[in-house]
């Protein structure tokens, strides 16, 4: 016999019948696992309480220069990788997010939900608002969906909304003030 030569080994098949045998003997076993998965599931929706999600659109453009060569064709339509993201972190930051934490007077309302009655400190409360919110790009476009998740549906959207004025108000801002060494 030659060693480089080895027989194959025969194929066992299983015939659909083999499978249906499996099933009719193990059929307790494959109902109960069934049934304790449908209660289980069941069980844990009616126990989970409501969440709700409120959805703000905002567009977010690239601030245009006075400055006549950056109107150049090829400089106009330069791809910024980065751009979506810094926004994204802009939107998150301290600076938009405490003036939401400001206009919906939640320091007050969530301290006497959340701490006895004792205000919340600022950056709790942005850390909570964080917490509750979801930033997703809109592919293949230039807008952002601000997203937050919260157990009181007129909550959800008050949050959504005022970050979303609270960033265009910051965009306004920094547009308009002047920038260093212009006239």
């Known amino acids: 016999m030659d060693p480089l030569r080895v027989p194959a080994p025969q194929e066992t098949k299983l015939h659909f019948l083999d499978y249906w045998r499996i099933i009719r003997i193990r059929k307790t076993v494959i109902l109960a696992v069934f049934l304790l998965v449908v209660i289980t599931a069941t069980l844990v929706t009616f126990i989970l309480p409501e969440s709700y999600v409120s959805l703000a659109r905002i567009k977010v453009e690239r601030d245009q ?99 979303a004025i609270a960033y265009r108000d910051y965009r306004r801002e920094v547009a308009q003030k002047p920038q260093p060494g212009g006239h």
């Open 65 to 163: 220069s006075d400055i006549s060569f950056m109107t150049d064709p090829r400089m106009f339509g330069a791809y910024d990788p980065y751009f979506i993201q810094n926004e994204f972190e802009t939107i998150k930051s301290e600076r938009v997010l405490s003036n939401v934490v400001a206009t919906l007077s939640l320091n007050e309302d969530w301290g006497k939900k959340f701490n006895g009655g004792l205000p919340l400190k600022t950056h709790e409360s942005i850390g909570r608002v964080k917490g509750m919110m979801d930033l997703q790009p809109v592919r293949n476009t230039s807008f952002i969906d601000i997203k937050v998740y919260s157990e009181k549906p007129d909550e959800a959207a008050a949050l959504a909304n005022a970050i």
